[in-house]
């Protein structure tokens, strides 16, 4: 994207009413990123709402849509039970794991792993010459737990999508992005969102040269902004 894609606002602007005077309302989705900043835009568009086209969504939520499954996602606590039920003999020795309860914690870190993973668009293998390159030493049990980590998900995924389930540690995928969901708008304008990861970057990327209008507002000076970075 272009600079003139970049709105800068000072600490003295009320950012999100200066976000809702300055962007056309209609078609536009508006992309905060966290809840209770998105519920503040809502509060304030809706005191001059004109039955226009609009929609609020956080970062996360917005991922969420670009990437549609035929299944249904599993989460939080029913993600955690298919995980153990998912775990082979071998798995449960590795890690120590005699109960579902001592596979919960390992179960939120397998997650929390292969979705930074996913996010920073990280392949899933290790080359041991990338590691001799960059001086940094490969211990042998990194090395035997990434494997192990590697034949979980594997039968974690094979477990799950037999019973008709999905992960989004299996569909946040460059190759599954499904951008169907934004049809129905002409822009997006991203507010005040600091960092983004590779796959956020990514699916921006692909809505703008799909001919999107995105606008992406900061509450900073522009020279602290890492252009190369962007």
Same mark, same amino acid.
């Given at each position: 994207m272009k600079k003139e894609n970049f709105c800068f606002c000072t600490f003295r602007d009320n950012l999100i009413l200066k976000v809702l005077e300055e962007q056309p309302h209609d078609r536009t989705l508006f992309v905060f990123p966290t809840e209770n900043s998105k519920l503040t835009g809502i509060r304030e568009f809706l005191k001059q709402w004109r039955f226009t086209e609009t929609h609020f969504l956080t970062m996360e939520q917005f991922k969420y849509l670009s990437f549609l499954s035929q299944r249904r996602i599993l989460k939080e606590d029913k993600r955690s039970l298919a995980f153990y039920a998912s775990l082979s003999s071998e798995s449960k020795n590795f890690f120590k794991i005699k109960n579902y309860f001592q596979s919960i914690e390992i179960a939120r870190h397998f997650f929390e792993f292969w979705e930074?993973?996913?996010?920073?668009? @990280?392949?899933? %293998? @290790?080359?041991?010459?990338?590691?001799?390159?960059a001086n940094a030493e490969l211990l042998e049990w990194q090395l035997l737990t990434f494997h192990q980590l590697l034949k979980i998900k594997s039968n974690y995924q094979k477990f799950i999508q037999e019973k008709g389930f999905d992960d989004i540690i299996f569909l946040f995928q460059p190759d599954n992005l499904n951008l169907k969901f934004f049809n129905d708008f002409d822009r @997006?304008? @991203?507010? %005040?969102?600091?960092?983004?990861?590779?796959?956020e970057q990514f699916i921006l990327e692909k809505l703008y040269h799909l001919g999107k209008q995105i606008k992406i507002y900061y509450q900073l000076p522009q020279s602290l902004v890492d252009?190369?970075?962007?």
């Amino acid at each position: 994207m272009k600079k003139e894609n970049f709105c800068f606002c000072t600490f003295r602007d009320n950012l999100i009413l200066k976000v809702l005077e300055e962007q056309p309302h209609d078609r536009t989705l508006f992309v905060f990123p966290t809840e209770n900043s998105k519920l503040t835009g809502i509060r304030e568009f809706l005191k001059q709402w004109r039955f226009t086209e609009t929609h609020f969504l956080t970062m996360e939520q917005f991922k969420y849509l670009s990437f549609l499954s035929q299944r249904r996602i599993l989460k939080e606590d029913k993600r955690s039970l298919a995980f153990y039920a998912s775990l082979s003999s071998e798995s449960k020795n590795f890690f120590k794991i005699k109960n579902y309860f001592q596979s919960i914690e390992i179960a939120r870190h397998f997650f929390e792993f292969w979705e930074e993973v996913n996010d920073e668009m @990280i392949e899933d %293998n @290790i080359n041991p010459e990338r590691f001799a390159r960059a001086n940094a030493e490969l211990l042998e049990w990194q090395l035997l737990t990434f494997h192990q980590l590697l034949k979980i998900k594997s039968n974690y995924q094979k477990f799950i999508q037999e019973k008709g389930f999905d992960d989004i540690i299996f569909l946040f995928q460059p190759d599954n992005l499904n951008l169907k969901f934004f049809n129905d708008f002409d822009r @997006i304008v @991203i507010v %005040n969102q600091f960092y983004y990861t590779r796959l956020e970057q990514f699916i921006l990327e692909k809505l703008y040269h799909l001919g999107k209008q995105i606008k992406i507002y900061y509450q900073l000076p522009q020279s602290l902004v890492d252009w190369e970075h962007l």
